[in-house]
């Protein structure tokens, strides 16, 4: 069974609508989402029906159970906070009922899978080796997918040693062996350096991991955000991937 792997949508629509589209040229039997439908972006009613029409599986990010009330937005960044506050302010009540729903981590598939962290589900940026080692000895999976960074990763445990790499577009790993952690970059604000929308397609009969990269309207994400009266440095952001 092929799967596709999204996360970090950030009420970013354009990108979202196109990731979707990439996803659809491929043979896919289920498409799961780790988390952070909305915050930053300026489509938040748009990304949470996409997500829960589209993917068979919806984590809740912290950006959402900001946008819920569930978390404080005191450990936001100001611009992370005040698009939080307006994300509550623009968001229908149906669809901030439906971000309520969402937990931050699912255990029953064969991969675990975690907005943030095996170690912290929530908050953890899995960026080092030793980060990622701490997870490794934690996590009950061989293999664990993470959002949160918006940075497309891969870690890896055979015998001693943690190893990690950068997963730009069209990487592969072949999971066979070993532990692993897998992030598959951000749909919706990229921070790796390459602004396009990142998503990850898992194999999970070959087992075998690829990283995707799709262009997107950035100019009208943008727009979208200058519009609705977001801070200007989350509009300037997109065109850099960072
Ligand atoms: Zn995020």
Redesign the pocket.
Known sequence: MQVAIVS?I?GNRQAFEAVLDDIDAEDVAERWCLG?LV?YGADPDACVELALARCDLVLA???DLAVTGALSVEEFSPGAAAAAKWTQKNIEARNLEALRALPPQSLDREVGLFHASPRDPIWEYVLSTLQAELCLDAQEHRVCLV??S?VALAFTRRGEGVAGSACPDGSRADLTVGEWILNPG?VG?PRDGDPRAAWLLLDLETWTATWRRVDYDIPGAQAAIRAAGLPEALADRLEYGQ
């Open positions: 970090d950030h952070d915050g990010g912290n950006h959002g949160h918006h951000s604000q």
